[in-house]
């Protein structure tokens, strides 16, 4: 993270909670101005001691190879500073691809029991509500797509929109609409023809928050999601072409409906302007009631409100209108996708899974014996289910969820499979590969014409700004390949395929 990104963050976030009644009295972080200290557990984890005002642990996911990147900045005191919020269980946990983020760390996950003073934060869950990947499985082999990857690339590009808004004519939303869908999820895309019931069973709680209330996102927030339904977005968001070319288990890999050689597609992205406007919106008034309920804070970007007040209910809900957007609008390119691999190789595609990375959401645990109601703040984290759990479909209780964690631009993809070590971290594991350079240093440190160096590595890109694609540059993030060990070796999730890039769209 680079010293300018840490300046804007911090800047921006103290813009939106800054309001005279929202000003409250921090108190001393657990490790301000020293080193956090890291007791190995075993090979996949590291103890960050209780100290000050730290109510748990933190426990973070890492192995050696890991130390330095994660070290570099200020992540491990997230993760600290997690641990301090009320009514936390268990562990203010992190996992490999960990890094700064606003609030809580990116690769973050805590929990907090309602009977215990437990709490809701906006920064456990981050800006992009339900950013999110879903893979699709196509019945066409490498060999039919590679000599046309161009063309479908670039069809792709014109289908699914990369830019702030959509184009299309058959996604011109009423807000009756946008309510609509904000509250059924899923269920309005099957409605309207962008989606198949089979969609709705492989994507994660079936596409749909129940307790979204439009009424409770702001005007601001509907106008700018608006035009944005069926759209990447910039940043990290992608549709990304690939191409099986390993498998780790042939059992899971076939239950999956994954094959060697087969192509496949990855959609990135998440509730757009709208989801980012809720998160904003709720900030000060979650600082308020920080102060209001005597809750001391380490750090502001953790405002949080107690999980049955009025400002918790109302984010909650808001928030789950977002998630509902992300998973839709997932859907429609999902859609439009289809579209271009029926018309280029009449080839359909299958939706294999789709999973949230930024979410709060009421979940069943087992902490220290008792099985407990706890909201569970995944932030950069995904879902990872064991094998029998009852949340998931019937084509993957043998198996475990579908657990998909994208990489760079110029290596590779895992598919994974929910382990039964996941009971450790509230059922999550992590959600990509991580960064390792901030946005601008990345920039500062890129020559020559990035597009071209990933085509002539057999990867053919297109972006909607060039500054995009440099940003994304593969040696800007973390080698997945590593990430992924730490999580199949703590028991997290456990390797099932490999997916190669041949080619993505860039916001």
Not at 156 to 173: H, I, M, Q, T, Y
Not at 191 to 214: I, N, T
Request: charged share 25%.
């Amino acid at each position: 993270m680079g010293k300018r990104d840490d300046r804007k963050r911090r800047k921006r976030a103290a813009e939106a909670t800054k309001t005279p009644k929202a000003r409250v009295p921090l108190a001393a972080p657990p490790y301000a101005g020293r080193d956090v200290p890291l007791e190995r557990i075993d090979a996949a984890r590291w103890r960050v001691p209780k100290t000050g005002a730290m109510r748990v642990d933190g426990v973070v996911y890492a192995d050696e190879r890991l130390l330095p990147s994660i070290k570099k900045d200020r992540a491990l005191e997230q993760v600290a500073n997690v641990a301090t919020l009320p009514g936390i269980v268990g562990h203010s946990l992190a996992m490999p691809d960990i890094h700064w983020g606003y609030g809580f760390p990116i690769g973050g996950v805590a929990a907090f029991d309602e009977q215990k003073g437990g709490v809701v934060s906006p920064g456990g869950v981050g800006y992009d509500i339900n950013c999110g990947v879903r893979l699709l499985a196509a019945d066409v082999t490498v060999g039919e797509v590679k000599p046309k990857i161009g063309d479908l690339t670039r069809a792709l590009f014109d289908a699914v929109p990369a830019g702030v808004g959509s184009k299309r004519a058959e996604l011109r939303l009423s807000g009756r609409d946008l309510d609509d869908l904000m509250v059924e999820g899923l269920s309005w895309a099957v409605r309207k023809g962008f989606a198949v019931p089979h969609d709705m069973e492989h994507v994660e709680e079936r596409g749909r928050l129940a307790d979204a209330d439009p009424s409770k996102v702001s005007a601001r927030a509907k106008e700018r999601g608006m035009p944005q339904l069926g759209t990447l977005g910039s940043g990290n968001h992608f549709a990304e072409i690939g191409v099986v070319d390993e498998v780790f288990s042939e059992a899971e890999a076939s239950a999956f409906g994954l094959r060697q050689g087969q192509v496949t597609l990855m959609i990135h992205s998440g509730s757009r302007g709208l989801g980012h406007q809720v998160c904003t919106d709720s900030l000060g008034s979650m600082l308020r009631a920080a102060a209001e309920h005597g809750i001391e804070l380490v750090d502001r970007q953790l405002c949080c409100a107690p999980i049955r007040s009025r400002p918790a209910e109302d984010y909650l809900a808001a928030m789950a209108a977002a998630a509902n957007f992300a998973f839709v609008n997932r859907q429609v390119m999902a859609h439009w996708a289809r579209e271009v691999f029926d018309s280029l190789f009449g080839a359909k595609l299958t939706t294999v899974y789709d999973v949230c990375h930024n979410i709060a959401k009421h979940e069943r645990h087992v902490v220290e014996g008792k099985e407990r109601r706890l909201l569970v703040h995944r932030k950069g984290a995904t879902r990872s289910l064991p094998k029998d759990h009852p949340l998931l479909p019937d084509a993957y209780r043998a198996t475990g969820q579908p657990v998909i964690i994208p990489g760079d631009m110029g290596r590779y993809s895992f598919v994974l499979a929910g382990g039964a070590g996941s009971s450790e971290t509230f059922g999550s594991a992590c959600h990509g590969a991580g960064r390792m350079l901030s946005r601008s240093e990345a920039k500062r440190r890129a020559h020559g014409d990035v597009a071209k160096e990933l085509r002539d590595m057999g990867v053919f890109v297109l972006g909607a700004s060039k500054a995009t694609v440099v940003e994304e540059m593969p040696f800007a993030y973390k080698d997945v390949a590593e990430v992924v060990e730490v999580v199949d070796l703590g028991g997290l999730a456990s390797k099932v395929a490999r997916i190669r890039p041949l080619g993505c769209v860039k916001g």
